[in-house]
Structures are given as structure tokens and as C-alpha cells.
T-cell receptor
Framework: NAGVTQTPKFQVLKTGQSMTLQCAQD?????MYWYRQDPGMGLRLIYY???????DKGEVPNGYNVSRLNKREFSLRLESAAPSQTSVYFC?????????????FGPGTRLLVL | DQQVKQNSPSLSVQEGRISILNCDYT??????FLWYKKYPAEGPTFLIS?????DKNEDGRFTVFLNKSAKHLSLHIVPSQPGDSAVYFC???????????FGTGTSLTVIP
């Protein structure tokens, strides 16, 4: 039981390049999330998916797209990376979406955009 | 604008003593609060939560206190152990929303 896994662990991009961050969970959770963590800021929600086939914007969605490929996988795409997207990205999952649900986090992807 | 604030970026405590981590919030609609713990190179893990209908919740060495009138919560760890050294995030949510708002974290170091 791996929990929430993320790939890659670390990535360097040049401005304008694109990439997809992958996330998978094996807990049979319905809901999945993408956060970013920046120095001096708390974790901020980018997008979430309440269930397979649905996605919704969070606090900071601009510059990102997501795909809920199936129940297990939720990917985050940067179409044209910018230095402001340098951050640590965390994926999380929970049984259901809602303010009472405990979220389980992956180990993070550290992204540097030059 | 940061709705959840942790004003102490770091805290050092001797092993065996009490650690007190503080968190303030501005949104009076928040009614559920959590603490997460994060080790380097790992994702945050859930530690303890409290609903606004309570003012205290205890789980082993960890106790969270909520003061709604002051919009303040605190996490007490007694006794502190070196393995507690980590970054602690508080988070809050409102009953009608799907989003958690996280503080900036406090790095706790427990000195053996």
C-alpha cells in the first residue's frame, strides 16, 4: 500500500516548456487535489477533483490544467512554464471532498523553472 | 491575503518539555481546524483536528485548543520528543466549502 505517489520527484524546466506532473493513489479515494507550497506561504490549492470525471478550480488555478484520468490518477499540466511556477507541488487524496475530510499527501515534486 | 497565520516560523524546545505551536485565523466562517506534520522530503501527514463546537481535543501527547472569540488555536505537545522535530501546519475550513486554508508552518526542533 504505497498511499499517494508522485512523479517526478524533481524537475528543472526552461521558461515556456511544458510538463505533466503525475499523481496516483491506491486507497480507493474519490477525491484528489493539487497544491503548491511556496516560501512564506502555506499550501495553496490549485485544482481538485471530487470524483472521477470532475475537476474544479482552487485558489490559484491560472497557468495549470488537470486531468482526472481514472479514479487512481490525477495529473497536473503546465503548458508553458513560467519562473513564478517554481514551487513544490503536492498531490493529495481523501475519501470524499468536503471540509471534514482528512487528506493524505504525496511526497511532493520540486519544480524549478529557469 | 493569508487567512490562516502562523507567526512563529521556528521553535526550539528541550526534550521532555512542552511545545506550544500557535495559529491565528481571520475568517469567522472557519469551523474546522487541523494540524499537519511534515518531515523533510515527505508530504504533510494529518496529526489532529478540532471542530468549532469543541474547545479542546486530545490525542495522546497532542492536544489542540481552540479559542473562537480570539480566532486562535494552539497545538500542545507534551512531553516533546526528538522525533517530533518537523514543520507543523495548521489548516482551516468552512462548513460550506471544499477547500482547506493552510498556515505558513512552524519548524519545531526538539533538542535531546
Amino acid at each position: 500500500n504505497a498511499g499517494v505517489t508522485q512523479t517526478p520527484k524533481f524537475q528543472v524546466l526552461k521558461t515556456g516548456q511544458s510538463m505533466t506532473l503525475q499523481c496516483a493513489q491506491d486507497m480507493n479515494h474519490n477525491s484528489m487535489y493539487w497544491y503548491r507550497q511556496d516560501p512564506g506561504m502555506g499550501l495553496r490549492l490549485i485544482y481538485y477533483s471530487a470524483s472521477e470525471g470532475t475537476t474544479d478550480k482552487g485558489e490559484v488555478p491560472n497557468g495549470y490544467n488537470v486531468s482526472r484520468l481514472n479514479k487512481r490518477e490525477f495529473s497536473l499540466r503546465l503548458e508553458s512554464a513560467a519562473p513564478s511556477q517554481t514551487s513544490v507541488y503536492f498531490c493529495a487524496s481523501s475519501d470524499d471532498v468536503g471540509p471534514r475530510e482528512t487528506q493524505y499527501f504525496g511526497p511532493g515534486t520540486r519544480l524549478l523553472v529557469l | 491575503d493569508q487567512q490562516v497565520k502562523q507567526n512563529s516560523p521556528s521553535l526550539s524546545v528541550q526534550e521532555g518539555r512542552i511545545s506550544i505551536l500557535n495559529c491565528d485565523y481571520t475568517n469567522s466562517m472557519f469551523d474546522y481546524f487541523l494540524w499537519y506534520k511534515k518531515y523533510p522530503a515527505e508530504g504533510p501527514t494529518f496529526l489532529i483536528s478540532i471542530s468549532s463546537i469543541k474547545d479542546k481535543n486530545e490525542d495522546g501527547r497532542f492536544t489542540v485548543f481552540l479559542n473562537k472569540s480570539a480566532k486562535h488555536l494552539s497545538l500542545h505537545i507534551v512531553p516533546s520528543q526528538p522525533g517530533d522535530s518537523a514543520v507543523y501546519f495548521c489548516a482551516a475550513s468552512a462548513g460550506t466549502g471544499n477547500q482547506f486554508y493552510f498556515g505558513t508552518g512552524t519548524s519545531l526542533t526538539v533538542i535531546p
